[in-house]
């Protein structure tokens, strides 16, 4: 069975502080996708990164960086001098590698960001 | 169009009444997906649709849910009887298909009194 944990419901950080939001999955596929998406409170979510499963290399891209282990199955997302407008709910999923037709989503973690 | 269009953005109906949800794709995307984010759960798969190929329906609920998409493009989400259960954001997605990234739009928050 596939499955994608986010344990951290709700995060609450102030602005400039690091905080990393945390991705567990499971699955028996070999080869597989994982992905953060971001959905603001205007609803519409927006793709971050996608990492297929034969590239443990971690990456960074501004603020944003991801550390993917597979010996522990994680995904993690780190926002460095976090800004009130990362405030949003983050979703990590997982799905085949040829095929994203199923995307299966964690439950989400609210980041609020306050000045 | 730019993005994934959906309508409406918000419907209240009472419990028992039909809804139509809309959406409209990216233009050439040819994979298309319904989701549903209900309070304090994740995404939850619906159905997806592929160029012509048969729908997968492995994701509804119940026989009260059906999608249809018309042409390749517009689809739309009905839902039959309605139960306050229903009460949800549903999101629709599109892709150019095979391992390309899905596009979502902003969704349908359905509210059933």
């Known amino acids: 069975a596939q499955k994608v944990t986010q344990a951290q419901t709700e995060i609450s950080v102030v602005e400039k502080e690091d905080v990393t939001l945390d991705c567990v999955y499971e699955t028996r596929d070999t080869t597989y996708y994982l992905f953060w998406y971001k959905q603001p409170p205007s609803g519409e979510l927006v793709f971050l990164i996608r990492r297929n499963s034969f590239d443990e290399q971690n990456e960074i891209s501004g603020r944003y960086s991801w550390n993917f282990q597979k010996s522990t199955s994680s995904f993690n997302f780190t926002i460095t001098a976090s800004q009130v407008v990362d405030s949003a709910v983050y979703f990590c999923a997982l799905s085949a590698l040829y095929n994203t037709d199923k995307l299966i989503f964690g439950t989400g973690t609210r980041l609020q960001v306050f000045p | 169009g730019a993005g994934v269009s959906q309508s409406p953005s918000n419907k209240v109906t009472e419990k028992g009444k039909d809804v139509e949800l809309r959406c409209d794709p990216i233009?050439?995307?040819?994979?298309l997906y319904w989701y549903r984010q209900s309070l304090g759960q994740g995404l939850e798969f619906l159905i997806y649709f592929q160029g012509n190929s048969a729908p997968d329906k492995s994701g509804l609920p119940s026989d009260r849910f059906s999608a249809e998409r018309t042409g390749g493009s517009v689809s739309t989400l009905t839902i039959q009887r309605t139960q306050q259960e229903d009460s949800a954001v549903y999101l629709c997605?599109?892709?150019?298909?095979?391992?390309?990234?899905?596009?979502f739009g902003a969704g349908s928050r359905l509210t059933v009194l």
């Open positions: 997605a599109s892709s150019r298909g095979g391992a390309n990234v899905l596009t």
């Open positions: 233009s050439g995307h040819t994979a």
